[in-house]
């Protein structure tokens, strides 16, 4: 049971393969004197049998068409259900199901996000302001998880550059850098200490200057129209479709410009096995399993996995000459 090849791996268990055979799980399942297989129950919620949880929430008036090609392919949004009740936010729980329950009462608001750095005019910028930055459009995308599963979410959001022109990043800025709230009484595993803290909060992420100018690139405050739940990153949070979906940082309260490539969480956490740039790709597999393929959330389907999720055409000549196996 400890061990699998990767062949024995079934996808739908790869989520908890991540949790238990990640080093540092490992060795505090080991540390704590409890097998993986009780730990991987435990972390599946089996022990605590989770409700999917309906929760209706605010509509955002006027949502525009996107300003940009969304290369749908006829893909159909994943159902509002599933969207809101399978998640990865590990400040609630390490259990997909058990993140929406945990989120359920989340404080989202007064929010401010403070956009500083290598800026010509840093500002703290409250909810009304960026709800207002620019106009908010429809984005549905294709999120594709390291973990090799997928989902196509209707993004409510508008550009990051629209928030990054505001500020006015000089020359020198050639990174941004993301943090997530740091709040032990909001967001619960952040209070966990030692071994049972299972990752170095506040979540941190960071992409390349120009990657967050992209069009693509977007702050969601939205889904399927409503504002955001806590389990999805309420009030606000980063989407960057051809990214596998760890770069998509939630509840977003700090943005910062710097001239060097900044410590995000899962690279730091395991530079083996996620790399800074995180771009979708069928051809370098993760250290334990093929990114061939993807099970797509409610269908049940397995598809073939595409170069930067399917939007090579936009972004491919963000990489031009690089390497994609050495900065995966
Ligand atoms: N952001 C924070 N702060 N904490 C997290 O645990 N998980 C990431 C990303 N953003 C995560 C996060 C991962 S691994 C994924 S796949 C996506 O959020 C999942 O987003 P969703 O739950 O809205 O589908």
Known sequence: MLIKKPDDIKTSEITDEKL????????????????????????????VPEEKVL???????????????????GEEPTDFIDITNYNN???FSLSKQGVAPRAKNFISRPWTINVEGLV?????????????????????YRLRCVEAWSMVVPWVGFPLAKLL???????????????????????????????????DWPYKEGLRLDEAMHPLTILAVGIYGK??????GAPIRLVVPWKYGFKSIK???????????????????????YGFYANVNPEVSHPRWSQAEERRIGDFAYRDTKLFNGYADQVASLYNNMDLRKYF
């Open 227 to 232: 504002v955001l739940l806590g389990q999805n």
């Open 120 to 140: 010509n005019k840093p500002k703290v910028f409250d909810l009304d302001e960026l709800f207002k930055i620019s106009p908010l459009e429809d984005r549905t």
């Open 55 to 73: 929760v209706n929430q605010e509509v955002i008036s006027n949502v525009q068409p996107s300003s940009t090609p969304l290369n749908l392919n």
């Open 251 to 273: 509840s977003i309260v700090k943005i910062k410009l710097v001239d060097r490539q900044p410590i995000t969480t899962w690279n730091v956490e395991a530079p083996n096995e």
């Open 20 to 47: 238990y055979f990640s080093r540092r799980n490992f060795i505090r399942a080991v540390a704590l004197g409890t097998s993986a297989t009780l730990t991987t129950l435990a972390y599946r919620g089996l022990f």
């Open 165 to 199: 022109e505001k500020v006015e990043p000089l020359s020198s800025a050639k990174y941004v850098a993301f943090e997530t709230l740091n709040d032990p009484e909001r967001l619960p595993n952040q209070s966990k200490t030692g071994l049972f803290n299972p990752l």
């Open 89 to 91: 936010f590990y400040e």
